[in-house]
């Protein structure tokens, strides 16, 4: 399974873009990269998910180089109610059977 | 309906104590899946159901035995649990249980254990 690294928190304020890097060195030919975002006593929530190039939904853009070793998940434009835990999953750790969490990035947007 | 409930939403029970925390989803999917979060960590997996058939058990301790009465539902029947079993449980839901496919999580029941 892809082991991802990402960074353990980020501060932002409102009205900026914020972009958080997933890196994923040994990810296989087959995997996709998923993001989840979990607010505190909350359920994770599926964000955005993709293979390659960059994926866009009402949410937030994902980027994923030609290599697929890393990924960015981008939102825009944050505001104070985007505080929250995002998860960053490759692979057989996205979904289905054996879904492995990483650390998760700990995001905290001040005003 | 895209919504996963679970009831309690908080539990406090003693070490000799039985109890159930409940999990339902109406979205016709076919996988369910327990997690226990503690905190400031991430969700582990303790257990997955396909097709209403134990598929996955993550060598969680007989004191957790997990239940699904049918297909919309699933049960996390606790017994003489220990203080550090203290954690936030997550059921999810996805369509088939296949891989990379998007798992949707109801809030969480909080658990104390004294």
């Known amino acids: 399974l892809a082991k991802t690294t990402q960074p353990i928190s980020m501060d932002s304020y409102e009205g900026q873009e914020v972009n958080i890097t997933c890196s994923h060195n040994n990810i296989a030919t087959n995997d996709y990269i998923t993001w989840y975002q979990q607010f505190p006593s909350q359920g994770p929530r599926f964000i955005i998910q993709?293979?390659?190039t960059k994926v866009t939904n009402e949410v937030a853009s994902l980027f994923i180089p030609a290599d697929r070793k890393s990924s960015t998940l981008s939102l825009p434009r944050v505001s104070l109610s985007d505080t929250a835990v995002y998860y960053c999953l490759v692979g057989a750790g996205t979904g289905g059977f054996k879904t492995i969490f990483g650390a998760g990035t700990r995001l905290f947007v001040k005003a | 309906d895209t919504e996963v409930t679970q009831t309690p939403k908080h539990l406090v029970m003693g070490m000799t104590n039985k109890k159930s925390l409940k999990c339902e989803q109406h979205?016709?999917?076919?996988?369910m899946y327990w997690y226990k979060q503690k905190a400031k960590k991430p969700p582990e997996l303790m257990f997955v159901?396909?097709?209403?058939?134990?598929?996955i058990n993550e060598s969680v301790p007989s004191r957790f035995s997990p239940e699904c009465p049918n297909s919309s539902l699933l049960n996390l029947h606790l017994h003489a649990l220990q203080p550090e079993d203290s954690a936030l449980y997550l059921c999810?839901?996805?369509?088939?249980?296949?891989?990379?496919?998007?798992?949707?999580f109801g809030p969480g029941t909080r658990l104390l254990v004294l």
């Open positions: 159901y396909s097709y209403e058939k134990l598929s």
């Open positions: 993709g293979y390659k």
């Open positions: 999810a839901s996805s369509p088939t249980g296949q891989e990379q496919e998007t798992q949707y």
């Open positions: 979205m016709g999917h076919r996988a």
